[in-house]
Antibody, heavy 121, light 107 residues
Framework: EVQLVESGGGLVQPGRSLRLSCAAS????????IHWVRQAPGKGLEWVSY????????LYADSVKGRFTISRDNARNSVSLQMDSLGSEDTALYYC??????????????WGQGTVVSVSS | EIVLTQSPGTLSLSPGERATLSCRAS???????LAWYQQKPGQAPRLLVY???SRATGIPDRFSGTGSGTDFTLTISRLAPEDFAVYYC?????????FGGGTKVEI
């Protein structure tokens, strides 16, 4: 079964850091791009970041650029999202999603169930 | 950044009726790289249509996508009870990837 499982979410104070992980199974991981998408409570979907199959192409939304860092470990079938200088605007359910292809220009055909990040003092 | 505007915000229909959802882009969507997703409460989004008109694996043929350039439509020919959900369009032809604000299809 093709699956993505996120972990690492939690309650964190403003200005602190958190590291999310996305574990993949059931497909040839290093053939596909991975994205992070977030959804604030009661709101719509917001794309956060992307990494291509070999980590040579990485993109970020302007709202997180300079604060978030995406990386992947193809040997471990995992992607991480390091989130620094967190603010209340980062409070959301964070999903990782698999691209249909290896690079940016493709839709997202598999999604995890998400991990909740709550930023509050 | 390409802004996607979905209309209507809410669509109130009955099972068996036809649903027509609109997604308008602020500029041309490159290669018509436009996708539609369905999201039910407490669930992750599910891919329905990609490249404007190609149905994803396992998606019933009552779902169809049309359009090009800046105007796109998702049609559900006959609503099934499990189709009541929120639908999002997404463009992935240009960075950043952007999503529309969603259309809620309710009974």
């Amino acid at each position: 079964e093709v699956q993505l499982v996120e972990s690492g979410g939690g309650l964190v104070q403003p200005g602190r850091s958190l590291r999310l992980s996305c574990a993949a199974s059931g497909f040839k991981f290093d053939d596909y791009a991975i994205h992070w998408v977030r959804q604030a409570p009661g709101k719509g979907l917001e794309w956060v970041s992307y990494i291509n199959w070999n980590s040579r192409d990485i993109l970020y939304a302007d709202s997180v650029k300079g604060r978030f860092t995406i990386s992947r470990d193809n040997a471990r079938n995992s992607v991480s999202l390091q989130m620094d200088s967190l603010g209340s605007e980062d409070t959301a359910l964070y999903y990782c999603a698999k691209g249909r292809g290896s690079s940016f220009r493709d839709s997202f055909d598999v999604w995890g169930q998400g991990t909740v990040v709550s930023v509050s003092s | 950044e390409i802004v996607l505007t979905q209309s209507p915000g809410t669509l109130s229909l009955s099972p068996g009726e036809r649903a027509t959802l609109s997604c308008r882009a602020s500029q041309n969507v490159r290669y018509n790289y436009l996708a539609w997703y369905q999201q039910k409460p407490g669930q992750a989004p599910r891919l329905l249509v990609y490249s404007a008109s190609s149905r994803a694996t396992g998606i019933p043929d009552r779902f169809s996508g049309t359009g090009s350039g800046t105007d796109f439509t998702l049609t559900i020919s006959r609503l099934a009870p499990e189709d009541f959900a929120v639908y999002y369009c997404q463009q992935y032809g240009s960075s950043p990837v952007t999503f529309g604000g969603g259309t809620k299809v309710e009974i």
